[in-house]
């Protein structure tokens, strides 16, 4: 079975010859350096023998739109914007994603990671910003976040139709406990969060949902449930949300993790007796159907990518 077949089998719960297994981290969050970013993710690729990419968006956190630094009030939304598919912030990260796709072929699927609406605002402006300006007029802001949708989706059609991904890595944040109820996420976030989503699945069958826990802090994590995606993503041990509970808690859906991504998780901390105990503790709770093994969250960038290749050697050793 070639890395792409049991990929997509995993993802529409068949059977496949071993499960597949997938992690990333992040080569210069704030940089694009061109080709060589793209080598550095065919370097993790070869090196650890995964079954898929997943492109970082590095270099492009802060949503770039020039009117973001005319707003001086909340009702200044309401006059933003699209930047258009030319924007160099969509080109560049589609010519990425196309470099990679290039250079492996039909081997392995690729994805793309991709934020949000209210996230690309929080990176573009800050918290304070965005949280006030909330306050003060939310449908002001809610229009942003629709007319930051529109860019997302030109970006995840260009990613899909021009550079070849088989689907994107949907990121959607925002949902912690302390920020809003579940009344008032669903209201103000989850509308264009699904509008992208929901694009994106009109173009790919093929998309990962990932829950973030970015911080530390728990998700009301009910709010994403029924977002529609192939495969589905959170943190485990942020959430207290088991990958084999999480199963059941997501529809039967395909689970990508299991790992800690933290460092004082087993995966970057333990030793490779832990590491590779810690896979079959996974495989045991979560069964080998519809199951991709990966860690709740981007890796840290000094992890030793020798720990991946011992998770690699376990489940080939499982098969």
């Known amino acids: 079975m070639t890395k792409r077949e049991r990929v997509i089998n995993a993802f529409h719960n068949q059977a496949v010859d071993k499960l597949p297994m997938g992690f990333w981290y992040h080569f210069s969050p704030d940089d694009d350096f061109g080709q060589q970013t793209v080598e550095e993710h065919l370097r993790l690729y070869r090196d650890t023998d995964m079954d898929f990419i997943k492109v970082m968006c590095d270099g492009y956190f802060n949503y770039p739109n020039p009117f973001i630094e005319t707003v001086n009030s909340a009702d200044d939304w309401f006059r933003m914007t699209p930047m258009g598919e030319n924007s160099p912030y969509i080109r560049r990260q589609v010519e990425r994603a196309k470099a990679v796709v290039n250079a492996v072929g ?13 996230s690309l605002m929080r990176f573009g402006t800050n918290e304070d910003i965005l949280m006030g300006h909330l306050k003060r007029n ?29 689907g994107i890595y949907y ?10 109820t579940e009344e008032e996420y669903r209201r103000i976030v989850r509308p264009a969060e699904l509008n992208v989503l929901e694009y994106a699945n009109s173009l790919s069958e093929n998309n990962i949902l990932h829950c973030c826990g970015w911080a530390g802090d728990r998700n009301r994590i009910e709010v994403w449930q029924d977002y529609p995606s192939a495969a589905v993503n959170w943190a ?67 992890v030793s990518t020798e720990r991946f290749r011992w998770v690699r050697e376990k489940l080939d050793a499982m098969a």
């Open 236 to 302: 485990v041990y942020v959430e207290q949300l088991t990958l084999g509970e999480g199963k059941k808690f997501f529809g039967n859906r395909c689970v990508l993790g299991g790992f800690d991504n933290r460092k004082a998780g087993i995966l970057y901390s333990g030793t490779k007796e832990e590491v590779q105990a810690e896979v079959e503790k996974i495989v045991a709770e979560t069964g080998t159907t519809g199951v991709i093994i990966g860690a709740d969250c981007t890796m840290p960038s000094d």
């Open 138 to 166: 939310e449908l002001a802001v809610c229009h942003a976040f629709e007319v930051i949708a529109e860019d997302i989706k030109t970006l995840v059609r260009l990613l899909i139709t021009e550079a070849g991904c088989d």
């Open 171 to 180: 990121c959607v944040q925002n949902a912690e406990q302390f920020r809003f």
């Open 106 to 118: 039909k081997e392995c699927c690729v994805f793309y990671n991709v934020f949000c609406p209210m």
